[in-house]
């Protein structure tokens, strides 16, 4: 085999830094579909359990439907979901801040 024949891989910083992003959010994409996948399953048997049981069972309404929107969306979502959130979070703070950090020292000029 030639050696001349191999592709050329980027050995520079930036794209193991790229390549290492990537790699975390496909999975951590994965475990996040995978926690909403058990969330759902979770709130359907404590849905069934709160359905069946007598006034006893201390367990929420709320507890429950959270469970499973939280778990659904996350279940379809994944890291996509978590990431657009978090874009919608930078771009009202830079809304806010107005593209301005304003730095303001709290000791003596003396």
């Known amino acids: 085999m030639n050696i001349t024949n191999l592709p050329a891989a980027g050995w520079d910083l930036v794209s193991f830094f790229e390549n290492a992003r990537e790699y975390a959010s496909t999975a951590g994409g994965g475990l996040l579909a995978l926690m909403g996948t058990v969330g759902v399953i979770w709130g359907g048997v404590l849905l069934i359990k709160k359905l069946m049981a007598s006034q006893q069972d201390q367990t929420s309404w709320i507890k429950i439907l959270g469970l499973i929107l939280v778990g659904g969306a996350l279940m379809a979502g994944g890291f996509g979901l978590i990431s657009n959130i978090a ?9 806010l801040g107005g593209g301005m950090i304003l730095l303001q020292s709290f000791g003596s000029t003396a």
Do not use: A, V
């Open 87 to 95: 874009e919608g979070g930078q771009t009202t703070i830079e809304d």
